[in-house]
Structures are given as structure tokens and as C-alpha cells.
């Protein structure tokens, strides 16, 4: 089993950056794990935001924040990173990370370990 933690939400304004991490414990090596951020807007499905598979690094983007937001991961730490900036607010919304021990996290399918979310409010 794998725990996840998200952190970093918060209140901005539109045009501000922000940084969320999640901190996974437990399960096999951290590396062996592909990550994805996803979000929720209130009253909307959750959606895929990036991924980013365990060793080699490579990363995926939903086109709605290509260009804005950047997914890293540090193995060693146990820790993957969402950088967002020029933040709208179209993207408020709780953020969720998300492993996979099969495959890239784009979709956001029951059988990924889940954390519990951080709140991120974009204002205008």
C-alpha cells in the first residue's frame, strides 16, 4: 500500500504561481511508481492535469496547462512536484496526485493509490 499527501493548496491571485507536493510512504520503491496530478472543480469530474513515469522522467500534460504547469519528482525523497503558473481561475480546484504501479496515471481510475487532495483558489 502506498500513502500519498498532498500539500501547498491555497488561496491566489490569477496570474500567481504555486507549488504542490506530494509526499508518498509504504509501498515498493518510490521509482517504480508513475505519478499523475488530477483535479476536481466543484461539481465537475475529476480530470487529468500531467503525469510523470518513475526512472526516466518523462511527462504528459492535459493541453489545458501545457506550457504552465511542470511536473517533477524527486525519487530520493519520495516526493512529486506540480509547479503552476500563470494560474487562471478556471483552474480552481481540488488537486490530487496519484500512483500508478502500472503504467502512466492519466485517467482517473479507482485501482490508483490516491491522496486525499489540497484546495487550490484562483481568484480574479
Known amino acids: 500500500q502506498v500513502q500519498l499527501v498532498e500539500s501547498g493548496g491555497g488561496l491566489v491571485q490569477a496570474g500567481d504561481s504555486l507549488r504542490l507536493s506530494c509526499v508518498a510512504s509504504g509501498g515498493r520503491a518510490f521509482a517504480l511508481y508513475a505519478m499523475g496530478w488530477f483535479r476536481q472543480a466543484p461539481g465537475k469530474e475529476r480530470e487529468f492535469v500531467g503525469t510523470?513515469?518513475?526512472?526516466?522522467?518523462?511527462?504528459y500534460y492535459a493541453p489545458s496547462v501545457e506550457g504552465r504547469f511542470t511536473i517533477t519528482r524527486d525519487n530520493r525523497a519520495k516526493t512529486t512536484y506540480l509547479q503552476m503558473s500563470s494560474l487562471k481561475p478556471e483552474d480552481t480546484a481540488v488537486y490530487y496526485c496519484?500512483?500508478?504501479?502500472?503504467?502512466?496515471?492519466?485517467?482517473?481510475?479507482?485501482?490508483?493509490?490516491w491522496g486525499q487532495g489540497t484546495q487550490v483558489v484562483v481568484s480574479s
Open positions: 510523470i513515469s518513475g526512472n526516466t522522467l518523462t511527462t
Open positions: 496519484a500512483a500508478s504501479a502500472e503504467g502512466l496515471p492519466t485517467t482517473p481510475r479507482p485501482g490508483y493509490y
